[in-house]
Every structure is written in C-alpha cells, then in structure tokens.
C-alpha cells in the first residue's frame, strides 16, 4: 500500500513562513500529481497548490505569490514553502497523490495524507 506522511505544520504569527513536507512510501512505480489542499472548520475542502511529474504548478488565487510548491520525485515527496501567512491561511491540510502507478500498465489511485495544522494567529 501506498501511505503519505505529512510534516510541518503548527503555530505562526501573521506575516511569518512555515514550510509542509509530504513524503510517499510504498512500491510506487510513478506519481504523475502531487497536490496540497486545506480544509478550515466549517468550510470545503479546497486545493491550495498541485504540481505535475514534470514540474508544472498551479495555485489558488487567494496563495498565488505567497506560496510555492515543488516536488522531489526520486524521494516522491513534495513540499509547500508558505510565506507571508494570513489568518485565513488556518487549516488543516492534506497532501494527495494522484494518479499513483504501482507498476507498468496498473490502474492508477489517489491517496491522502492524514492532515497537518496550521494555525496563524498572534
């Protein structure tokens, strides 16, 4: 099985940085998506940044500027490098792999880390 491990999180003052590390481990032939998204108390879930296999990013607009994803595929772990945190940035979030490939030719599945708070207050 595939399981992904999220790390990172906690408390920070408005304006200051954390940075989430997720990392897959299992007999993983290919990640072809590596995505964060979060989840506030009493809101949707919502993707905050995804980041292809081959290095193509996408943001929401509310992180665009402020947040950076970027992804190790030797490791299959991928990272989000958050900047300049605001309240609103308080969630839980959750890393997901799409798309998994465990061998050549195999159905691909999507998996999710368990969550890691992030907290900005002061």
């Known amino acids: 099985q595939v399981q992904l491990v999220e790390s990172g999180g906690g408390l920070v003052q408005p304006g200051g940085s954390l940075r989430l590390s997720c990392a897959a481990s299992?007999?993983?032939?290919?990640?072809?998506?590596m995505d964060w998204y979060r989840q506030a108390p009493g809101k949707q879930r919502e993707l905050v940044a995804g980041?292809?296999?081959?290095?193509?990013?996408n943001y929401a607009d509310s992180v665009k500027g402020r947040f950076t994803i970027s992804r190790d595929n030797a490791k299959n772990t991928v990272y989000l490098q958050m900047d300049s945190l605001k309240p609103e940035d308080t969630a839980v979030y959750y890393c997901?792999?799409?798309?998994?490939?465990?061998?050549?030719?195999?159905?691909?599945?999507?998996?999710w880390g368990q969550g890691t708070q992030v907290t900005v207050s002061s």
């Open positions: 980041i292809s296999s081959s290095g193509r990013t």
């Open positions: 997901k792999a799409g798309d998994v490939r465990l061998r050549v030719g195999s159905q691909g599945y999507d998996f």
């Open positions: 299992g007999s993983i032939l290919i990640i072809a998506t």
